[in-house]
């Protein structure tokens, strides 16, 4: 294998595809890099691809040691494994070769505590350590992802001038990184980013799941629907991706491929803790915790075709049938729903990420986040450049929807948003996303709850006492006795 003739600038441990492709977007922008994996094969094969995608500067390496020794000081080694345990162990094999001074840092999905743990065992050895957040998947890694580090200042000013190239692009706003925060805060953002992106599809799948079963609309329709969406408000990676796969006819039999890919979700964990933060942190995020309660029901696929068929012979017959629906409205009326729901979507996990922030003293900024998520990651969006405004004109701001621009565009949106809610209720089609969205808008705008019965109900059981409206203190009452008077 060919060796550098002077050290190179950064390394890379883990070949998975991210990692590969990582590597070649390093080297493409002009820093040469060396590569290590424990299976050495994927260090051949990335090697292999350097050379063929345009003969980019990429060592590889099928030792530790020498791949640790090969990176000029002080080291800068990116490692992109499996989060957990193999995270641990990557650690062990590199720092046994490294100085200090030196710098290792995590790009994988990794929960921010251990992070902030790695953090610490590593300051004992001398080494800095950032965790940093990747998003935009394989194509993002490779031409350009959006990137959160977080952690070490000073490591992230070690490799500023390698992130800022590597990187998305957006004109108008920059590269799309930005130093997060310290501790685990860089993998924090990443894991809610995640969680945004749950809400995202599953609200997509629900606009999908409207239009299919009430509107009728076929394959073609859908994907010229939501192409005519992109133009517009909904432009982003997700409805995007979303008409092309409409679009895509099955290679192994007759029609369109969507239509046979098996109706279960699979999750590798990121939703789950945004959802289980949510609760720690007394932070509203139906939209969220809909998304993820959603995959946990469609992965039922056994029980729910046994459970068709008993409330099919139960007299629960299609109620889809006696409808006639005007299409054109519907459309318009589901493209009007979809984007208010996102709207409550990014509200909550924006209102998760300052919650956090404020906990763990991080001082995170929300509009540079709204930023640096407008290019390279999944959640990209022509309305984060709104939220980024919105935090521009009050970073106080206590929930977007009170943002005076998204208050008018949800005003404006909101009958066409009811109308889809009772058209789906009525059709017995399910719209968690869209109906836990408009609960959380419907209970977050009105100035006064019920919550005054349950209160009662505590202080009349429990003796938790409740607070009045009309009167300073707090107050308790002989509920049971009064009643029997």
Not at 256 to 278: C, F, N, S
Not at 392 to 416: G, M, T, W, Y
Request: one cysteine or more; a neutral charge.
């Amino acid at each position: 294998m060919a060796a550098p003739l002077k050290p190179t600038r950064i390394g890379l441990a883990g070949l998975a595809v991210m990692g590969q492709n990582l590597a070649l977007n390093i080297a493409e922008k002009g820093f040469p890099i060396s590569v290590y994996n424990r299976t050495t094969s994927k260090v051949d094969e990335t090697v292999e691809r350097a050379k063929k995608e345009g003969n980019l500067p990429v060592f590889g390496f099928h030792d530790p040691e020498s791949f640790v020794n090969s990176v000029q000081k002080p080291r800068v080694i990116i490692m992109l494994v499996k989060a957990g345990a193999p995270v641990d162990q990557t650690i062990k094999t590199l720092s046994a070769y490294m100085e200090k001074g030196d710098c290792i840092i995590d790009g994988g999905n990794e929960w921010y505590e251990n992070t902030e743990r790695r953090e610490k065992a590593a300051a004992e050895l001398g080494l800095l350590y950032l965790g940093m957040g990747v998003s935009g998947g394989e194509e993002g890694a490779r031409n350009g992802p959006s990137l959160m580090p977080g952690g070490s200042f000073e490591a992230y000013k070690y490799i500023e001038d390698i992130l800022l190239k590597v990187a998305a692009q957006v004109p108008d706003s920059g590269p799309c990184v930005t130093y997060i925060g310290k501790g685990g805060s860089g993998n924090f953002v990443k894991m809610i980013h995640n969680g945004i992106e749950y809400g995202d599809m599953q609200l997509i799948a629900e606009a999908y799941d409207v239009l299919k079963s009430v509107g009728k609309l076929s394959n073609e329709e859908l994907r010229s629907v939501f192409s005519e969406w992109n133009k517009g408000e909904l432009l982003s990676f997700l409805i995007e991706i979303t008409a092309d796969i409409f679009g895509i006819k099955d290679d192994k039999g007759e029609g369109y491929l969507v239509d046979k890919v098996l109706d279960k979700t699979g999750m590798k964990g990121t939703g789950k803790w945004t959802v289980q933060q949510a609760a720690e942190l007394s932070v509203a995020a139906p939209t969220i915790e809909s998304s993820l309660d959603a995959r946990f029901l469609s992965g039922l696929k056994e029980e729910r075709v046994k459970a068709a068929e008993v409330f099919k012979s139960g007299g629960f017959g299609d109620i889809l049938t006696d409808q006639v629906v005007d299409k054109k409205k519907l459309i318009n009326d589901v493209r009007q729903a979809l984007y208010a729901s996102k709207i409550c979507s990014y509200a909550q996990g924006m209102n998760l990420i300052r919650a956090k922030s404020i906990e763990k003293g991080w001082g995170l900024e929300l509009g540079e986040l709204a930023r640096i998520w407008k290019g390279g990651c999944i959640i990209r969006a022509i309305f984060l450049d709104r939220i980024k405004k919105a935090y521009d004109r009050n970073s106080d701001l206590a929930n977007l929807l009170v943002d005076p621009e998204f208050a008018k565009e949800i005003i404006e949106r909101q009958s066409a948003w009811r109308r889809v809610v009772c058209i789906a209720i009525n059709s017995g089609i399910s719209t968690p996303g869209m109906s836990a969205s408009l609960a959380y808008f419907d209970t977050y705008r009105r100035a006064r709850l019920p919550a005054n019965l349950v209160q009662a109900q505590r202080d009349y059981f429990g003796a938790h006492t409740y607070e009045r409206t009309d009167v300073e203190g707090s107050f308790h009452t002989e509920w049971f006795k009064l009643a029997k008077m």
